[in-house]
């Protein structure tokens, strides 16, 4: 199973990559790209100080560099609490990264100009670090989440990530795009933490432990994504059409978060989880263990 887990890993951080050359090129470095985000700030500009908009605000000032340094904390202490050290402090290094690496990139790729007029058109605003930050500490408490609470983990995260995301394009403080840069980062952070992980073993969850429940939500992402869609599509309207790509992205990004770590529950390197010892039945038969430790 380890080495299924790291496979899966390595080629999503791969189809990851490429796709985050794919929205950089097509939104931000096309006329048309920009034309359409910059129709989407201009709808919010007229519809500015509306109820949605002053909600988005208040969502987004709950992220800030304490609110960050908290969760942090908090996902090393459940990994601790688990007896994990290594798993503890790869899920935290992850959070940091993918939030650092958005900010690097975002220095790094400069927009270029290519209209004549637009909204806030020297704007270096690929990828959002709203967006970096909510999503990966979604990312992080799923990692260090015992596999019977993963579904519960990823279901809270994702509730407030995917606000997140959709509350940077409904409150102009990103454009669709950027919400996307950022998850695909964070994706690719969560696939190199992956890697290393599995070659300190990989438990697997019985048959019986909450697969029912992570494939209910699995599809319940697919489909929420995909009815964003359809009616952005139906309503014909850009501002629509721009918080729609948000809310799609962050339950893709959900939805591949959960493919990615299926049913496995990360020791960490070097710490292999220790063998549960077996119960004895009264005939003296033992009880197979509800994990197996695969490597």
């Not at 996902?75 to 007896?83: E, K, L, Q, S, T």
């Not at 990828?127 to 930050?133: D, K, Q, R």
């Amino acid at each position: 199973m380890a080495e299924r887990v790291r496979r899966r890993a390595i080629i999503t951080a791969g189809l990851c990559a490429v796709l985050l050359c794919v929205v950089h090129l097509l939104a931000v470095r096309t006329r048309a790209g920009q034309a359409f985000e910059d129709a989407v700030l201009d709808a919010y500009l007229a519809a500015a100080g509306g109820q949605h908009a002053r909600s988005a605000v208040r969502a987004l000032e709950s992220v800030s560099v304490f609110s960050l340094a908290g969760a942090i904390i908090a996902v090393f202490a459940i990994g601790m609490r688990r007896r994990r050290p290594t798993l503890a402090l790869t899920a935290s290094v992850l959070i940091a990264v993918a939030v650092i690496a958005t900010e690097i990139v975002k220095l790094l790729v400069v927009r270029p100009l290519l209209l004549e007029s637009g909204v806030h058109r020297e704007d270096q605003s690929f990828p959002s670090g709203h967006t970096a930050v909510a999503m990966s500490v979604m990312c992080g408490l799923a990692l260090v989440s015992p596999y019977r609470m993963r579904v519960a983990a990823v279901f809270a995260g994702s509730l407030w990530a995917i606000g997140i995301a959709v509350a940077t394009v409904t409150g102009n403080y990103h454009r669709p795009s950027d919400t996307l840069g950022a998850e695909l980062i964070t994706l690719i952070c969560v696939c190199a933490a992956i890697v290393p992980l599995t070659r300190g073993g990989v438990r697997q969850a019985a048959p019986d432990t909450g697969r029912a429940g992570r494939r209910l939500l699995a599809a319940g992402y697919a489909v929420t994504a995909a009815a964003a869609l359809a009616f952005a599509a139906v309503r014909q309207d850009v501002f629509t059409a721009g918080w729609a790509i948000a809310l799609a992205g962050g339950c893709l990004t959900t939805l591949t978060l959960l493919t990615l770590l299926g049913t496995a529950d990360f020791a960490g390197p070097a710490q292999r989880p220790a063998a549960r010892p077996r119960a004895a039945s009264a005939g003296g038969r033992d009880f197979p263990d509800r994990c197996t430790t695969v490597t």
